[in-house]
């Protein structure tokens, strides 16, 4: 009857370790990008709500009929975008619970490297753990995997509100100097 060696069970929790040490910067990286973002977000958001669009004169609006239907027009091109509430807290908390599984499963790594260290007869128990050990491991990369793909992708969606949160703020200070413009030319 053969059974599995210290070496075998030393050479899968070397692998462990090998998926585990993926777990590394990108995520922290990933994290301080999307918060960074959510702080332009919320700039951006209460810059472009501080703009409020000025009122065309009655005299304007008596005179120059086509022109302020132009300007009308371009008002309802503002896109209308609504305030969401972005958080980087779910991810962090995601994170922590992942560095604790690494924590735990390095923990029990080292409680078998010490068990077999010196180990002459078989380790067929020591190897079923480390088993164990490699596939949390291989779990907790595609978990971490998983993770940076949902920040970069709302990452993504951030960047795409932001911008046109921009566009938004652009246009209402050209619309606020069109109204300008068009009340003046109604005074003369």
Known sequence: ???RKASEVSSLLNRANKARNVFDENLDNELEKFSNNIEQY???YTENESIILMEVSQE???ELSYE????NKEKEKLMKVKKRNYSSEEYKKIKKDLYFQIKKNDDESKRIFSIIRGKSHYCDEEYRQAEVIYKNAKKIEEEKTKLEIKIKNENSELLRDINKLKQNYLRKKEINEKVKKLNEKAKK
């Open 60 to 62: 304007a609006l008596k």
């Open 1 to 3: 009857m053969s059974g």
């Open 42 to 44: 919320e700039k951006q």
């Open 68 to 71: 302020i239907e132009l300007l």
